[in-house]
């Protein structure tokens, strides 16, 4: 059996990875940001010597985009140097979770795993140096993208409440990509460590692509309101403080490599984490 060690495990996708690891009966160690401070190397190794696991799945991570423009040394802090704290006591034993914003959008189809990465706002630089820790030391990277879980704030959460206070909702409808429910995500990592999939790059989002405005359209039909009441608008519509990519779709060659299929089409994962997703929206009266 395998021993497992999750970081940032109180998160949406650490959540939902304890989540699967525990119903499949594995031996798991869940470390949220109180238990463990990544950027202490010797708490580090401490803790991964005492668990003594198999794999190292770090969730933990600085995900808020626009504040990173202002705050690139901490954000970078979190998702660069406490990657290099793990990588050097884990090596080959780390899985660290990554972004789509390590590209800058400009690609004209979908980017495979070893497209050239050249981001265009601080969150995903610091995102990249977390990927270079761990690919350095013979980890595995899994990028993800347009994440939506129960455990965590997320896009549907933010539709769901907006069609229960607005009659129209503004969404932009220029940028491209995989909305990826964190239940799929981490189930694909465990099928990942069980298959033995080597050291590299794999992408975890969804099959298919939509925009933000198709995603909300979506999610306003499976709550029974009028998908026409989504207004689509261009990103300058709607300016935010850190860049976006206009195109974030990931391809996902990579895991034929290791005998498994990419995760699901997107609108098929939404339609089938939304019984999960229903103590989110349950709150809300439409």
Request: hydrophobic share 45%; aromatic share 8%.
């Amino acid at each position: 059996m395998t021993r497992w060690l999750v970081t940032g495990a109180t998160g949406m996708l650490g959540s939902d990875l304890v989540g699967v690891l525990s119903l499949a009966g594995e031996r798991v160690v869940a470390l949220g940001r109180r238990d463990l401070d990544l950027l202490d190397p010797a708490a580090v190794a401490s803790v991964v010597r005492a668990v003594r696991p198999d794999v190292v799945v770090n969730c933990a991570a600085w995900t808020a985009v626009d504040d990173a423009e202002v705050r690139e040394a901490e954000a970078t802090a979190v998702n660069g140097h406490a990657v290099e704290v793990l990588a050097a006591v884990c090596g080959r034993r780390l899985v660290q979770i990554s972004t789509d914003y390590v590209f800058d959008g400009a690609a004209p189809g979908p980017y495979p795993e070893d497209a050239p990465t050249r981001p265009i706002n601080a969150y995903g630089r610091s995102k990249l140096a977390g990927e270079r820790a761990a690919l350095k030391s013979g980890g595995r990277v899994v990028r993800t993208a347009w994440l939506y879980g129960a455990n965590g704030p997320n896009f549907v959460q933010t539709m769901v409440r907006l069609a229960g206070e607005r009659d129209t909702v503004s969404v932009v409808a220029d940028q491209f990509g995989q909305p990826t429910w964190s239940g799929d995500l981490a189930a694909q990592i465990v099928r990942m460590v069980r298959a033995g999939a080597p050291p590299g790059v794999y992408h975890g989002t969804s099959g298919g692509r939509t925009s933000w405005h198709g995603f909300a359209r979506e999610v306003f039909a499976l709550l029974g309101a009028d998908p026409e009441r989504v207004r689509p608008i261009p990103s300058a519509e709607f300016p935010r403080p850190a860049a976006r990519p206009a195109n974030s779709v990931l391809g996902h060659a990579a895991w034929a490599g290791c005998g498994l299929a990419p995760i699901r089409d997107w609108r098929e994962a939404l339609h089938a984490a939304w019984p999960y997703l229903r103590r989110v929206v349950s709150c809300h009266v439409f």
